[in-house]
């Protein structure tokens, strides 16, 4: 059995939902700007507790212009048995990313553009230092990366769009696909109602995550208010059911068989409604995925655990 290319696979499934759930697939193509919009699942939002008055509907209101500057640092590992073994640790990365308010649509969305300046390959991981420089040289070329989304003035995401650069090397197609998929998971889906201090609500999406259909439940806890701040607690879970997926970019006629699937999630957000997405905020999440892999030659059982974090800061301009 060829047990790199069943690494490699099994890689690939876990980044695409590594550090929160993907939301949105979006093409490569070299040689051209590539802006492929996608509309976004619609999460079913539920309140659970409407919390202490006085009760205040939660909205975004931000200015003609608004824009805000983070840093958004993801580190993460893997361990894998079965048809591989062994450990995938490379290093944290940090990526800065501007969001600007464009304008607003006639429904009252807020059209957001937003860039990637920089990234930075931090210290820290089991890379050797050539798997370092390709890391390196994956972000290189990935500096002023930029897309739109479209947000309501409750925070659900209507659409969504990355703006793929021009010759793009295709070995880091999927990375873009990441970057763009990490920004957009950021997006907290209000409840409708007013609500108060101690308030708790769950918002539930089913998505596809590189070819693999989930079902995603949030929980958010209004933590604190103060004015347009709010402190939020965050909770969930990523789930599938069992079945198969011939995946992208893998040898024609492999196919994946999910036999369990279950991601948690634990953290918290600071926001200000005045603003687009999260100022602040930690989430980490760990997972249990077992697939069974079947290629034209042979076949066997991969399982894999991973551990994610992904930290939110405010980021100097």
């Known amino acids: ?133 390709q890391i390196e040289q994956a972000f290189a070329g990935l500096a002023g990366l930029s897309g739109q989304l479209t947000l309501t003035p409750q925070g659900v995401l209507v659409d969504s769009a990355l703006n793929v650069p021009p010759n793009i090397d295709q070995s880091v197609a999927s990375l873009v696909t990441q970057l763009g998929d990490q920004l957009r998971t950021l997006a907290v889906p209000f409840p409708e109602a007013a609500v108060g201090v101690g308030a708790r609500w769950r918002a539930s999406t089913d998505l596809s995550l590189n070819g693999i259909e989930a079902h995603q439940v949030y929980e958010y806890t209004l933590k604190k208010r103060n004015g347009s701040k709010i402190e939020l607690g965050v909770r969930g879970t990523q789930t599938a059911a069992k079945q198969t997926v011939e995946l992208p970019n893998v040898a024609p006629g492999t196919q994946l068989t999910v036999q369990s699937f279950k991601t948690t999630f634990r953290g918290q957000n600071t926001l200000d409604l005045s603003g687009l997405l999260p100022v602040a905020g930690e989430i980490r999440s760990s997972g249990n995925q077992t697939f069974k892999i079947q290629s034209s030659s042979d076949s066997g059982t991969l399982r894999q655990h991973l551990n994610v974090h992904l930290l939110l800061k405010p980021a100097a301009r």
Do not use: C, W
């Open 1 to 133: 059995m060829k047990r790199a290319p069943f690494r490699a696979l099994a890689v690939a499934v876990v980044l695409a939902a590594a550090a929160a759930p993907a939301l949105v697939d979006h093409a490569a193509v070299a040689g051209e700007v590539h802006a492929q919009t996608a509309p976004a699942p619609t999460p079913t939002v539920e309140v659970l507790e409407p919390g202490k008055a006085p009760l205040e509907p939660l909205r975004l209101a931000p200015a003609a212009g608004a824009s805000q500057r983070s840093a958004m640092t993801v580190t993460f590992a893997i361990q894998q048995s079965g048809v591989s073994s062994g450990n995938v640790k490379p290093p944290p990365t940090k990526a800065t990313v501007e969001t600007t308010l464009q304008g607003v649509t006639p429904e009252g969305n807020l059209q957001v553009s937003f860039t990637y300046p920089s990234f930075e390959v931090l210290k820290g991981g089991d890379a050797s230092k050539s798997a370092r420089r």
